[in-house]
């Protein structure tokens, strides 16, 4: 799915430049409000009706709310707030940061379209290890830690007085951090979904819509607050700034997930040492009962492994 999300971002850029040529600023509007209209009928033919009831509607609230209760679903919405929010930050700040050095807007749609072919390309490979391997927790938090780390160089930091700002620094920060927020956006949705799996969710399509919805309000907030926040600190501060104070909420992040799955591999460690004791003590009653049974003898054998013998 975010996949084709950065496809659109990527072809979004280019198709309303196009459309912009041709028929000036309200053609790209008219364009895609009539291509989402003509949608509509076709949803309505290939998506089944949901049958649902005022009852089903109560029992789908007092699930969400058991759903964001979850301190696992409480992380991974932090972490896709935090790293939405990135995308937003860097809409109203960016080309007024590069236009230090002469660049038009169009280069940096161009910047923006580049950005969104990596997280294109970088999305279907991460989600192939994450279901590989399962680590959704530690990819969520290398993708955090590079993504501040892109954010540094981007000013560059004032906490890097060393290096100067440079438009090639910028370019080459602007393309790694495609590729690190799909390293820590895309393994989001299924960990909430596990996580509601392990919060006694079942597996049907009620959980799915619940987890989507978490995940595109979390999304939609991150995004709401990266131009909102960025825009002040840009405003009355610097990029350099902005972009620094962005990146230490990106590795306090990272920092959180890492504490999280600290206690994650405790807690499955606990459960392990536990299950296998309880496994442990039902084998040596099970034991103990045939023995007084007679079914086992004293020294260990069944009567027709002694007669054998």
């Known amino acids: 799915m975010e996949t084709f999300v950065g496809l659109g971002m990527s072809a979004g ?76 930050f860097l809409d109203p700040t960016l080309a007024p940061h590069l236009s230090d050095f002469g660049v038009t807007p169009e280069t940096t749609g161009i910047l923006f379209l580049l950005m969104a072919a990596t997280y294109s390309i970088t999305c279907p490979i991460v989600g192939r290890i994450g279901d590989k391997w399962n680590c959704k927790y530690t990819m969520m938090c290398i993708g955090s830690i590079l993504t501040a780390g892109c954010l540094i160089l981007m000013g560059p930091s004032v906490i890097l007085p060393c290096i100067q700002n440079d438009m090639s620094l910028n370019t080459l920060a602007v393309l790694l951090l495609g590729i690190t927020l799909g390293i820590g956006v895309i393994p989001t949705f299924q960990a ?16 799915y819509g619940l987890v989507s919805s978490v995940f595109s309000a979390t999304s939609s907030l991150g995004e709401f607050l990266g131009p909102s926040v960025g825009g002040v600190l840009f405003e009355y501060y610097s990029f350099d700034f902005a972009s620094t104070c962005v990146a230490i909420t990106t590795a306090t992040t990272a920092v959180i997930v890492g ?51």
């Not at 291509?35 to 309505?44: E, G, H, S």
């Not at 979904?193 to 959980?207: P, V």
């Not at 994650?264 to 040596?284: G, L, M, P, Q, Y």
């Open 13 to 88: 850029p280019a198709l309303g430049g196009a459309l912009y040529s041709l028929g000036g600023y309200e053609l790209p509007f008219y364009s895609l409000g009539a291509f989402m209209m003509a949608t509509v009928p076709v949803c309505l033919i290939v998506l089944p009706d949901p049958q649902t009831t005022k009852n089903n509607n109560e029992s789908q609230s007092s699930s969400l709310l058991r759903l964001i209760r979850i301190p696992a679903v409480l992380i991974v919405s932090l972490v896709v707030t935090v790293l939405c929010g990135i995308w937003g």
């Open 192 to 207: 909430m979904l596990d996580a509601a799996y392990e919060g006694g969710f079942e597996d049907n399509t009620i959980t």
């Open 259 to 309: 504490i999280s799955m600290f206690f994650r591999k405790n807690k499955a460690d606990t459960r392990s040492e536990f299950s296998a004791s309880i496994v442990s003590k039902s084998r040596k009653l099970s034991r103990t009962s045939l023995s007084d049974s007679g079914i086992y003898g004293s020294n260990g054998r069944t009567p027709l492994m002694s007669s054998s013998i």
